[in-house]
Nanobody, 123 residues
Framework: QVQLVESGGGSVQAGGSLRLSCAAS????????IAWFRQAPGKEREGVAG???????TYEVSVNGRFNISRNHAKNTLYMQMSSLKPEDTAMYYC?????????????????WGQGTQVTVSS
């Protein structure tokens, strides 16, 4: 059974930083793709960043240069360092994974989802 548990969300002022973590258990696929999505109230869920088993990384345009996705295989954990945060980054952030490695940031492609962690950025 795959379980994804996010942590690290919180409230910060614009320009601040947060580091999200996603502890994965039971996820043993190879090749694989694991990613971060976010959903703001009244908006569709959107892909933020993804990484596949080859280390190829994809970022959504608005976060490129501000967010950094990384993984620790030994800890089976995914991270996302978020810097220069903006009020428009406010959303629930979800960790997600799929069976396979076709790693595009399309929500319908993903098979497993965490419960989410809230990020709130005030101006």
């Amino acid at each position: 059974q795959v379980q994804l548990v996010e942590s690290g969300g919180g409230s910060v002022q614009a320009g601040g930083s947060l580091r999200l973590s996603c502890a994965a258990s039971g996820y043993r696929y190879s090749p694989y793709c694991i990613a971060w999505f976010r959903q703001a109230p009244g908006k569709e869920r959107e892909g933020v960043a993804g990484i596949d088993s080859d280390g190829t990384i994809t970022y959504e345009v608005s976060v490129n240069g501000r967010f950094n996705i990384s993984r620790n295989h030994a800890k089976n954990t995914l991270y996302m360092q978020m810097s220069s945060l903006k009020p428009e980054d406010t959303a629930m952030y979800y960790c997600t994974a799929l069976r396979g490695s076709f790693c595009r940031l399309v929500a319908a492609d993903f098979d497993y989802w965490g419960q989410g962690t809230q990020v709130t950025v005030s101006s």
